[in-house]
Every structure is written in C-alpha cells, then in structure tokens.
C-alpha cells in the first residue's frame, strides 16, 4: 500500500446512543489493512476518547483517519465550546464533564491523557467559543506496519 | 479457563452471547471508569462493573473483552441489551459485589494486569 487510505466519519454532539461509533470503523479498517494489533489499540484509544470527548461537549464533529506507510493519522475537529485551558485539561483527573456524564463512568479526567499517551505526536487546537482540533499520530515501523 | 466455567462457578446468570461462553478468559479488569478501562484493560479480559448504560458494549467490543459481569444485581439496560446481542457481546450479571465477584474469580486462578499498558 503506498498512497495514503484516509475516510472521515461525523459525530453528534450529545448522542450517548451513537458513541463509540466512529471508533468501531477505525478499528475495523485498520484491521483489514491488516496492522499489527499494538498500533490498532492505540489509534482505537485515540479515536474513543476524541469520540467521546465530541459526544460530551460539542454540537458535532468529524473524525478523519489517514493511514499511510508508516502513520496512522486521527484528526478530530468539532463545532463546540472550545477548551479554556489545554494545559489543565490534559492533566489526569481534570474534568468540567456534568454529574450525568460522570454518573455513566465518563468525565473522569483521563480523555486527553489517554489521547496523549498512545500518540507519538499530538495537537491541540482550540478556540473559545468555536471548537477544538485534536490531531494525533501513531507511527509505525517494521512488521505490523502497513503491509 | 472457559467463560462457560466461570459462569458455573460463580453463578452467573447470562443475558446475552450465550452462545458464546466457549470465549477463552485470559485476565480480569474491574472498574467503573470507562476511560480506565479502555486505558488498560486487555483483549480477552473479563470486565467487571456496575455500569448497565449502552457504551459498555462499544468498550467490550473495541477493546475485545471476553465478557461484561454487572455486579450487585444490576440489569442491563434494554438498548444494552438489544446492543450486546447485536455485537456478540456476552453480558452476565450476580447479585454480588464487585470484591466478591473478583475474589472468587482470583481463587479460580483469573489474574489481572499490573495496570501499567
């Protein structure tokens, strides 16, 4: 495979129903091209916790994967509120997530961590009042990478 | 060890992908943390938790666990359910707490990581 494979798949904001979704194809695509399961799980994390992160704060969004040689790519842009403070929000244990959030076993402050510790490189855009940008890359080499 | 043995010897009652209970068992991760879970458990892990609402079968299947055990006599919800089924997801619940249930799964020999992946 050389060129890179890329598909992008849209969120609703605040649809618990749905959550998980977008998730669910990149894991399934990234198991047809065939990749090693250890760069699976981590681009799996990745694209959970930016899922669940739209589902919980922002109106809507998209996910896109890009798979090349020897990248796996996640972007994740919304249409939301915006994060006031990147750095608070990737410490562990830091949430503004709402009472019924956290009574589901979400909001409990390890989203971005998670996000940032199965990401060799990671960004975050963010803009008060207009929406967050979450780009994240796992890379991959020798076997298990791309076939 | 077998779903199918932990069932019988725990007790278990089994609400959906009961006819997946031949599932191999290969380690245990409790917590009602969705986030912690998808941090660290494992493929082939028996969940324990106490969460009935929907996204526990995403979590299961994304993260291939061998099973989901609702403890304290909790029921799954109906969409849970209807999920599971959908996803092959194999739901069981026990009257009992999340220290019991994990107890008695350790003395059957079921072990949990060292919670470092």
């Not at chain 1, 940032?116 to 979450?134: A, H, M």
């Not at chain 2, 992908?17 to 031949?22: A, E, N, P, Q, V």
């Not at chain 2, 849970?80 to 019991?100: D, I, Y």
Request: no cysteine; glycine share 12%; proline share 3%.
């Amino acid at each position: 495979m050389n060129a890179a494979y890329s598909e992008t798949f849209f969120i609703e904001g605040g649809d618990f129903s749905r959550a998980g979704a977008a998730a669910s194809r990149v894991k399934q695509i990234l198991k047809e091209i065939g990749l090693d399961n250890r760069y699976i799980k981590r681009a799996v994390v990745i694209a959970y916790e930016a899922e669940i992160n739209v589902v919980s704060y922002a109106q809507r969004g998209r996910l896109t994967l890009t798979v090349s040689p020897s990248r796996i790519e996640i972007v994740v842009e919304d249409e939301g509120p915006g994060i006031e403070d990147i750095e608070l929000a990737m410490q562990e244990g830091y949430s503004t997530a709402s009472d019924w959030i956290r009574e589901m076993g979400f909001g409990a402050g390890m989203g971005l961590p998670n996000i940032r510790k199965n990401s060799d490189e990671l960004k975050i855009d963010s803009r008060l009042g207009s929406g967050t940008k979450v780009t994240a890359e796992v890379r991959m080499e020798g076997p298990g990478a791309v076939p | 060890m077998r779903l199918r043995e932990i069932v019988e010897a725990l007790g278990l009652e089994v609400r959906s992908g009961g006819h997946l209970l031949d599932k191999e068992v290969k380690g245990g991760y409790a917590s009602d943390l969705l986030s912690d879970v998808m941090a660290h458990a494992k493929a082939g892990d028996l969940w324990i938790t106490l969460q009935v609402h929907l996204n526990i079968v995403a979590v299961a299947t994304l993260n291939d666990l061998a099973g989901i055990v609702l403890v304290n006599g909790r029921e799954p919800e109906e969409v849970t359910l209807r999920k599971a089924a959908e996803e092959g997801v194999v739901l069981m619940v026990s009257p009992l707490s999340t220290f019991e249930v994990v107890g008695r799964l350790y003395e059957l020999g079921i072990r949990g990581g060292d919670g470092s992946s």
